[in-house]
């Protein structure tokens, strides 16, 4: 009897941290709430060495089961997601539509498990829609990106923007409804990109397929942070429930309160020689600088960050991933280990979460914007493609939680604007009005993953459902 009281959710990520780090989150505030959930991993994302993630009453763990590629050779090519992503995608897609099956008739016939009921699937795969409701499950596409991101990605599936943009558009602004008036360079890179992959493109616009056709659907965000345009979204599809910001440690519940990580990384983070290297610096005082796990800037880019750093004269934590480290000028790190610490991979969370930050240099991915919201830390952005310019279009002038750098003529961020924008969000004349807003923002994060906030009753209210179905 107890077996069908229990909801069990198989959940699909896409295998980039990005994409992973909200999918586990979200996972374990479902497990946490009394649902077991199942979590696929497939090269890059291994299973091996995975300590257990804990999210829920009792000890409870997210389970993993683990996709497998027929053949080594196989694998080997195909798990190199961002050298070959269509390929990547392609050969993932058969894997799931072959072994998802498997996985949840496994768990049926399981004495320790319980029926699958409901696939949790990252909004890239449209397609799962179909899995889903060949075996019988809810479906339930996961957003990772903004609302206002997602809503342009779906004004262009609708037809009613063209992506890329028409030459002569290029200085046009962009209205559409929900949203503020969009300069081109405010819309996602793709728009202006020419040499943008036609494949990502396509896809993009293919979350919106069939997505009205979903049980549930769920964005990372929280209705108090987009309020504009989630209301509107929410008055065309009321399936749409935000369920964010997914960060650990922002909970009142005991149990994820002193969570600091999301769990499963696809890079070994320094952990222990950040912590002892911010303990050591003033409140407020650092700088740190990340672009996340895809980013590859330019040499001349790295090289004009890297001086701007320096020029600022503040301390600074720099996470600069192994295959980008030898775009730092020569001789950068031996000039600067007075001021500075440039480590592969940071414990981003516990970083942005120490009182010694002061100001966070980043690209602007989803997850880093979330993260730096939540825990009220102002913002310089510097976004490289994809959502990230619109995000910092929100940073700076829709939440005023920061400025975003500007370009010269060449398309480059100088050391010189580096380094303004840095003192200003520090220092300068608008710095304690980013600071309060940095704050209002942190509150209203917590007050919406809270027990009776937003995205926490949105959260009740679906695991209610799945118990109930
Ligand atoms: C990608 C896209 O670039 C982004 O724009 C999109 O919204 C999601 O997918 P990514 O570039 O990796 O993601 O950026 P982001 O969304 O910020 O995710 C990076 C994650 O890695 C964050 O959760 C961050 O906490 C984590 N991180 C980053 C670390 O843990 N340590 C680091 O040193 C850097």
């Given at each position: 009897?107890?077996?069908?009281?229990?909801?069990?959710?198989?959940?699909?990520?896409?295998?980039?941290?990005?994409?992973?780090?909200?999918?586990?989150?979200?996972?374990?505030?479902?497990?946490?709430?009394?649902?077991?959930?199942?979590?696929?991993?497939?090269?890059?994302?291994?299973?091996?060495?995975?300590?257990?993630?804990?999210?829920?009453?009792?000890?409870?763990?997210?389970?993993?089961?683990?996709?497998?590629?027929?053949?080594?050779?196989?694998?080997?090519?195909?798990?190199?997601?961002?050298?070959?992503?269509?390929?990547?995608?392609?050969?993932?897609?058969?894997?799931?539509?072959?072994?998802?099956?498997?996985?949840?008739?496994?768990?049926?016939?399981?004495?320790?498990?319980?029926?699958?009921?409901?696939l949790?699937?990252?909004?890239?795969?449209?397609?799962?829609?179909?899995?889903?409701?060949?075996?019988?499950?809810?479906?339930?596409?996961?957003?990772?990106?903004?609302?206002?991101?997602?809503?342009?990605?779906?004004?262009?599936?609708?037809?009613?923007?063209?992506?890329?943009?028409?030459?002569?558009?290029?200085?046009?602004?962009?209205?559409?409804?929900?949203?503020?008036?969009?300069?081109?360079?405010?819309?996602?890179?793709?728009?202006?990109?020419?040499?943008?992959?036609?494949?990502?493109?396509a896809?993009?616009?293919?979350?919106?397929?069939?997505?009205?056709?979903?049980?549930?659907?769920?964005?990372?965000?929280?209705?108090?942070?987009?309020?504009?345009?989630?209301?509107?979204?929410?008055?065309?599809?009321?399936?749409?429930?935000?369920?964010?910001?997914?960060?650990?440690?922002?909970?009142?519940?005991?149990?994820?309160?002193?969570?600091?990580?999301?769990?499963?990384?696809?890079?070994?983070?320094?952990?222990?020689?950040?912590?002892?290297?911010?303990?050591?610096?003033?409140?407020?005082?650092?700088?740190?600088?990340?672009?996340?796990?895809?980013?590859?800037?330019?040499?001349?880019?790295?090289e004009?960050?890297?001086?701007?750093?320096?020029?600022?004269?503040?301390?600074?934590?720099?996470?600069?991933?192994?295959?980008?480290?030898?775009?730092?000028?020569?001789?950068?790190?031996?000039?600067?280990?007075?001021?500075?610490?440039?480590?592969?991979?940071?414990p981003?969370?516990?970083?942005?979460?120490?009182?010694?930050?002061?100001?966070?240099?980043?690209h602007?991915?989803?997850?880093?914007?979330?993260?730096?919201?939540?825990?009220?830390?102002?913002?310089?952005?510097?976004?490289?493609?994809?959502?990230?310019?619109?995000?910092?279009?929100?940073?700076?002038?829709?939440?005023?939680?920061?400025?975003?750098?500007?370009?010269?003529?060449?398309?480059?961020?100088?050391?010189e604007?580096?380094?303004l924008?840095?003192?200003?969000?520090?220092?300068?004349?608008?710095?304690?009005?980013?600071k309060?807003?940095?704050?209002k923002?942190?509150?209203?994060?917590?007050?919406?993953?809270?027990?009776?906030?937003?995205?926490?009753?949105?959260i009740?209210?679906?695991?209610?459902?799945?118990?109930c179905?």
């Amino acid at each position: 009897m107890e077996k069908q009281e229990r909801g069990h959710i198989v959940a699909l990520p896409l295998p980039a941290q990005g994409h992973v780090n909200p999918m586990i989150q979200f996972s374990k505030r479902l497990i946490s709430k009394g649902l077991k959930l199942t979590l696929i991993t497939v090269p890059p994302l291994e299973m091996d060495n995975i300590p257990p993630i804990q999210a829920g009453v009792g000890g409870e763990t997210i389970g993993f089961e683990r996709l497998s590629f027929p053949t080594k050779e196989e694998e080997g090519v195909s798990s190199d997601i961002q050298g070959n992503f269509q390929s990547y995608y392609k050969q993932f897609r058969q894997l799931v539509s072959i072994q998802l099956p498997q996985i949840v008739e496994k768990h049926k016939n399981m004495q320790a498990s319980y029926p699958v009921s409901c696939l949790l699937y990252d909004s890239h795969f449209p397609w799962a829609l179909d899995v889903a409701k060949q075996l019988g499950l809810a479906a339930a596409p996961l957003f990772t990106q903004s609302c206002a991101v997602n809503t342009i990605h779906y004004n262009v599936h609708q037809g009613l923007l063209r992506i890329p943009l028409r030459e002569d558009q290029d200085e046009a602004l962009v209205c559409m409804a929900g949203l503020p008036r969009l300069e081109i360079f405010d819309l996602p890179s793709f728009f202006y990109d020419r040499e943008a992959d036609p494949f990502i493109l396509a896809l993009l616009a293919s979350q919106f397929s069939n997505f009205a056709e979903a049980d549930f659907i769920f964005v990372n965000t929280f209705d108090s942070l987009e309020e504009q345009v989630v209301s509107w979204a929410a008055r065309q599809w009321p399936a749409i429930k935000n369920i964010g910001p997914t960060i650990p440690s922002m909970y009142l519940d005991k149990r994820l309160k002193d969570d600091k990580d999301y769990g499963l990384s696809l890079f070994k983070p320094e952990a222990d020689i950040c912590r002892k290297w911010l303990d050591s610096k003033g409140d407020a005082s650092v700088v740190y600088v990340a672009f996340g796990s895809m980013a590859t800037l330019g040499e001349e880019q790295m090289e004009e960050i890297a001086w701007g750093l320096k020029r600022s004269e503040r301390p600074f934590l720099w996470a600069v991933r192994e295959s980008e480290l030898k775009k730092l000028p020569r001789n950068f790190i031996e000039e600067t280990t007075e001021k500075g610490l440039v480590v592969p991979w940071c414990p981003q969370l516990e970083v942005l979460a120490h009182e010694a930050v002061g100001c966070f240099v980043t690209h602007c991915g989803w997850n880093s914007t979330l993260e730096a919201l939540s825990l009220g830390v102002p913002m310089v952005a510097v976004p490289y493609w994809s959502d990230q310019p619109t995000n910092a279009k929100f940073v700076m002038d829709v939440w005023r939680v920061g400025l975003r750098a500007k370009l010269n003529k060449r398309g480059i961020v100088t050391r010189e604007e580096v380094e303004l924008c840095i003192k200003e969000v520090m220092e300068g004349e608008s710095s304690l009005e980013i600071k309060r807003n940095s704050e209002k923002l942190k509150v209203m994060a917590r007050e919406a993953v809270d027990e009776g906030g937003s995205s926490d009753n949105n959260i009740q209210q679906f695991v209610n459902k799945l118990v109930c179905a």
